[in-house]
């Protein structure tokens, strides 16, 4: 299995720092703005949805309510998958002015892309002669989160900075607890 898909590597600066329009985050602002690449390739016609790997969403059995990582042993190997229809937004930052709790984002999840991502990933995908080709499954395991853990920082803070387009579905999946650098490769 080896689907290709556009792949873009955003940072969210420190906290809400972009939003907030700190001026030791003015590069990131101008890379984000509308002259940028990333603005324009995320408001591209083209984009029905989009995945976010985030590194604040990391998989554990022993995760918090809010889903933060709190380093406990977990399952190697699993990443987790929102699984969300509305998801609301995770102030998972501290110490920031009052408003910088107060954004919104109206960017729905996806259900059925979640729901794909898990089975592309742990399914058997064959070749012409039955062979199974999907090189991530050896590595990886992928499970829906339900727990209705929002959109952390690291996806609201450049999404609202990029002004994406709010009609967008986004899914979020975690990093393996473990961080298997092969299988996150692998991933993609």
Known sequence: MNIK?????????????????????????????????????????KVKSIIFVSAHYVSSSELSSNGLYSNGSGNSGTILVQCEARPKLLFDYYGFPPESYEYEMANPGSVELAERIVSLINNDVSDKEGNDINPIKSLIHAKLDKRHRGFDHGVFV???????????????????????????????
């Open 158 to 188: 450049p999404m609202l900075a990029i002004n994406a387009p709010q009609n967008i579905p986004i899914v979020t999946v975690s990093l393996a607890n473990d961080h298997d650098t092969s299988a996150h490769i692998a991933l993609g």
């Open 5 to 45: 898909t556009p792949a873009i590597f955003l940072g969210h600066g420190g906290g809400p720092l972009p939003l907030l329009k700190d001026a030791s985050h003015r590069s990131m602002i101008e890379t984000l703005s509308k002259t940028g690449r990333i603005w324009k390739s995320v408001h591209d016609p």
